[in-house]
């Protein structure tokens, strides 16, 4: 189980096996295809899934990805990419980011953390992220090592269905 004082540890292997193991799970739960989902394989653990936001009427598309560095005791790395470059880049990227301010999600577009680094935050204990901050919080919801990515991409959908406030605007500088 994931831990609030702790960074997690990469192991590109274990996350692998994780993507292999976890897909078909979620896959049949949701009783879709990937393909019905639109989501796709990036590579042998990236997957990327779009996601929609409606603000006022306006519908926004964006696309999560999803890098698997872990074994099952850690959430996957979560990040909004821009959907040509499949990136993010500080600073430059921020417009294909959704405002998001929930209390189990919160968009940071550039986070420092306590150790100078300087990346995108999707603020949620189902991502790899929160827990490489070394975020604080209340244990019970840390990620447990039973869950799978659904719990990722479902958290993230249910800010964007009831926080979202439109997309981070463009960088003028």
């Not at 960074?7 to 739960?29: C, I, M, S, T, W």
């Not at 929609?52 to 979560?78: I, M, Q």
């Not at 940071?108 to 929160?130: E, M, N």
Request: include cysteine; aromatic fraction near 8%; hydrophobic fraction near 35%.
């Amino acid at each position: 189980m994931a831990s609030h004082s702790i960074r997690p540890n990469v192991d590109v292997a274990a996350g692998k096996q994780v993507l292999e193991q976890h897909l078909p799970r979620v896959l049949h739960f949701k009783q879709q295809t990937m393909e019905e989902l639109g989501w796709r394989l990036h590579s042998d653990r990236t997957l990327l899934v779009p996601m929609r936001g409606t603000d006022g009427g306006n519908v926004e598309e964006y696309l999560l990805r999803l890098d698997f560095l872990t074994g099952t005791a850690w959430p996957p790395s979560a990040r909004f990419v821009n959907p040509e470059t499949l990136d993010y880049q500080l600073n430059i990227d921020q417009h294909h980011l959704p405002k998001l301010t929930s209390q189990e999600v919160h968009m940071h577009p550039v986070y420092t953390s306590a150790d100078g680094r300087s990346l995108q935050l999707i603020c949620c204990s189902a991502v790899f992220q929160y827990y490489d901050v070394v975020h604080g919080g209340n244990d019970s919801i840390l990620w447990r090592d039973t869950d799978t990515f659904l719990r990722t991409i479902s958290a993230i959908e249910r800010a964007l269905a009831t926080h979202y406030a439109g997309r981070f605007e463009r960088h003028a500088g």
